[in-house]
């Protein structure tokens, strides 16, 4: 028997089950790199959880301080620069991830062998969108508090949302008060990511992982430790390597000049743009002219992912590898991503509106179509053999 550190008793029969449970489970001998994303993304999670502890003991959530905090941060505190750098690179590299994650799980078809690991990782996303814009609010820059100001508003248009703005900010307009709300917010919901990715981790090991051919390999596997462990520790050191690299040489890459610049609650940018990783959903959202329909359009984009299941409930086979016509619509659905994201970017006049609308209709054809060709397809394959 061996007692565990909150005093309970372990037999070595169920240290062994967990050993087994948690390094030894069976995995298939031919992932590839693209398997490396999600031990990376818990990598860089655990960073952003210990940078933003050690941020927010010196930040000051006080819309009138909130500047002289971050500067007290970059210009004082021990490496504190350092901190906020890694911190402010490390979002970046997370989202990288995240959608390097998502794209696998799309051409392998991951979505496939387990809906409820897809559902949970699409939770994990928009959980970390929410992390994602909170802390792009906290710097207390212009492109705060005017990103903050269009997206609350976006609450207006259900029944009773005006109701919903007034308490989340505090009162009428924006104060002091909702600064104090998006920092709890901001500080609670990472362990609230870190937890559903346990759950995440759970339900992987219930099924198992997917492979690049989408073959039932459970009958020839190998041990996740130590030829994946190998692997991941890899992929951890160039991860470090490459957040290093954006932390302390171009820690300003993907920030706008104006989230520098004091907040001017009476003169508005002209161009009010969050972070790149928020750019294709926000190149979505203008193009539709109106209010209510483009933020339908944006979130129905967001949860179209969850559809994947769904819509490919009648295909035998799992990977694109096989079907070249879905695995064109793939790649046009991620140089899409890429044109939304330059398209979001820009001032939402003339030739822009009408780039947003042709790249929003792409990605949601492209998501469609997907799944379907692949089945489509398949049922030409099955056919021809007979």
């Known amino acids: 028997m061996v007692r565990g550190c909150w005093g309970f008793k372990m037999s070595s029969q169920q240290l062994k089950t967990y050993y087994y449970a948690a390094l030894k489970y069976p995995c298939p001998p031919n992932l590839n790199i693209w398997w490396n994303m999600g031990s990376m993304l818990f990598l860089v999670l ?58 696998r799980g799309v051409y392998y078809g991951g979505y ?13 996303y928009l959980l970390s969108m929410a992390v994602g814009f909170l802390g792009y609010v906290l710097p207390w820059g212009v492109m705060s508090y005017w990103g903050l100001t269009v997206i609350t508003n976006m609450v207006t248009v259900v029944p009773g949302g005006a109701r919903v703005l007034e308490w989340f900010q505090g009162g009428y307009v924006i104060t ?15 362990f609230v990511i870190l937890g559903v990715s346990l759950v995440h981790v759970l339900l992987l090991h219930e099924k198992g992982s997917s492979n690049p051919l989408g073959l039932d390999l459970s009958s020839f596997s190998i041990p996740f430790h130590p030829y994946y462990t190998s692997k991941d520790l890899v992929g951890f050191v160039f991860g470090l390597g490459a957040l290093v690299a954006l932390a302390f040489t171009f820690p300003k890459l993907t920030a706008d000049p104006l989230q520098w610049q004091i907040v001017d609650k009476v003169k508005t940018p002209a161009v009010i743009k969050p972070e790149w990783y928020f750019l294709y959903a ?55 991503f890429m044109f939304l994201t330059v398209v979001g970017a820009q001032e939402p006049a003339g030739v822009w509106i009408m780039a ?7 990605h949601l054809f492209c998501v469609a179509a997907m799944p379907l060709t692949s089945v489509a397809w398949e049922a030409l394959l099955f056919s021809a053999q007979e």
């Open 46 to 103: 655990g960073l952003q959880i210990v940078t933003g502890l050690f941020l927010s003991v010196n930040y000051t959530n006080d819309e009138v301080m909130a500047v002289d905090s971050v500067n007290f941060i970059m210009r004082d505190v021990n490496y504190g620069w350092a901190v906020r750098s890694i911190h402010m690179g490390g979002a970046s590299l997370f989202f990288a991830l995240i959608y390097m994650h998502i794209g």
């Open 112 to 124: 496939m062998k387990n809906r409820h690991l897809w559902y949970s990782g699409v939770t994990l």
């Open 176 to 190: 002091t008060l909702t600064l104090k709300r998006v920092f709890v917010l901001h500080f609670l919901l990472p």
């Open 282 to 336: 926000y190149a979505i959202l203008r193009s539709i002219p109106h209010k209510v329909g483009g933020i339908i359009l944006m979130f129905f984009s967001i949860f179209s992912m969850a559809l994947l299941p769904m819509l490919s409930s009648r295909s035998k086979t799992q990977s694109m590898v096989i079907c070249p016509i879905a695995e064109l619509v793939f790649c046009v659905w991620v140089a899409n």
């Open 356 to 362: 947003g609308q042709i790249g929003t209709f792409i």
